[in-house]
C-alpha cells in the first residue's frame, strides 16, 4: 500500500516534469511580486531576479534527472 502511495510522488515522464516546473515558477513570480512591493527599488527586482534563478537551475536538474533515469531504464531493459 505504501509503495503505491509513494509512486504518486515519483516523476516519471517530462510533461510531468514540466507541469510541477510551471507550478514551481508561478509561485516563484507570485514570491517575487510581493519582493518588489516588500522592497522596492533594486533590492526587490534583485530578489525577484533570485526567485527566476531557482526556478531555472531546479528545472534543469529536474529535466536532467528524468533524462538520466529513462536512459538509465533503457540500458536496464536491454540487459
Known amino acids: 500500500m505504501l509503495r503505491r502511495i509513494k509512486r504518486l510522488f515519483v516523476i516519471k515522464t517530462r510533461f510531468e516534469a514540466y ?4 507550478a514551481l515558477a508561478l509561485g ?10 516588500q522592497y522596492p527599488g533594486i533590492g526587490g527586482y534583485l530578489l525577484w531576479a533570485a526567485t527566476a534563478g531557482a526556478v531555472f537551475l531546479g528545472g534543469a536538474k529536474i529535466l536532467d534527472a528524468i533524462r538520466y533515469e529513462q536512459a538509465a531504464r533503457r540500458a536496464e531493459q536491454s540487459r
Open 19 to 22: 507541469l510541477i516546473i510551471f
Open 28 to 37: 516563484a513570480m507570485t514570491r517575487g511580486v510581493q519582493y518588489t512591493v
